[in-house]
């Protein structure tokens, strides 16, 4: 797809999305519209995003750049990151329509897995200033490393489309992060040692869903050893998409300084992927074969 087609074909979807998202309630009780439309400006970040694009500054520079005939009334780096960041809520209400659009809610398999988002150099943590009394401390074990910030949480059904996703200080319980991301699913999960936990086990049967996950090597395992095989090499899609949220869209980086610029952040990455996956399934590519979908 030409990158024109893709801007166009990103805009039509968030404006048509955006407007029966607002329609019973205005997006503003008062004062005077924006020049730059909202759909405009969530166009932009969402292609900046899939672009590599990462920093408001950055997304604003290419478009006034590259695009502004596309984009006339481009105003101010400021102006525009202010517009985008206070869109934070409708992006997380434009990621839900999309996760249910694409039927990722009703999949029978989904599949959870956590990972670290450094707010810091760990050397710096002792006296660093922001996010102070909300980052912690916490362990990474695929990278045999602790490191100071937040922990992503996220949850993907069976062709990778992100069902769910949460964020927590390093030091929060994977297990605890779990309850905020399952609510709406039903089935199997597959998780690894960090969800492990029979009364969670459980207390997820209750709600219909199947929590199974990898045992210590000090734990007998009485299930089928091709079962735990097939779990153990189905899940790695999770870490896929985590990889990709990681070098494509830059989720472990934090270049925000408060909650509410962080919350806006990870939305649009999470939304951006999203968005990818759902127009690789049109047309009819590999959900996540992100690289070649846009041609020059």
């Known amino acids: 797809m030409p990158l024109e087609d893709f801007i166009i074909w990103v805009y039509c979807w968030v404006d048509q999305k955006l407007n029966e998202s607002v329609s019973d309630t205005p997006l503003r009780s008062r004062g005077f519209p924006p020049k730059l439309s909202d759909a405009e400006v969530l166009t932009m970040e969402l292609i900046g995003e899939f672009l590599g694009i990462d920093t408001d500054q950055g997304i604003w520079r290419y478009f006034r750049c590259h ?3 596309w984009f006339p009334q481009l105003g101010s780096r400021s102006q525009f990151a202010k517009q985008a960041s206070n869109l934070w809520a409708f992006k997380l209400v434009l990621q839900h329509r999309l996760t249910r659009a694409l039927g990722a809610e009703q999949d029978p398999v989904h ?3 956590g990972f670290p988002i450094p707010v810091c150099l760990f050397k710096r943590a002792p006296k660093c200033r922001r996010f102070k009394g ?5 362990y990474c074990a695929s990278k045999e490393q602790t490191f100071y910030g937040f922990r992503g949480h996220v949850l993907v059904d069976f062709h990778g489309t992100i069902t ?4 927590t200080n390093a030091s929060e319980d994977e297990r605890v ?24 086990k459980q207390e997820l049967f209750k709600q219909e869903v199947c929590l199974e996950t990898p045992l210590r090597s000090n734990m007998r395992d009485t299930r089928d050893p091709a079962w735990v095989k097939c779990m153990t090499s189905t899940r790695r899609l999770v ?4 990889g990709q949220l990681s070098e494509r869209f830059h989720i472990e980086k934090v270049w925000a300084r408060d909650l509410w610029h962080l919350t806006n952040r990870l939305g649009r990455k999470i939304l951006a992927h999203s968005l990818g996956v759902l127009i690789n399934r049109t047309l009819g590519r590999d959900p996540l074969q992100f690289d070649g979908l846009i041609v020059a």
């Open 67 to 69: 695009w502004r005939e």
């Open 111 to 113: 599949f959870i897995d």
């Open 134 to 138: 909300e980052a912690d401390f916490g």
């Open 164 to 167: 769910g996703f949460t964020l």
């Open 177 to 200: 992060a779990l309850w905020d991301i399952v609510e709406r699913v039903r089935g199997l999960v597959l998780g690894d040692k960090g969800y492990l936990g029979a009364h969670l």
């Open 239 to 242: 870490e896929t998409v985590i």
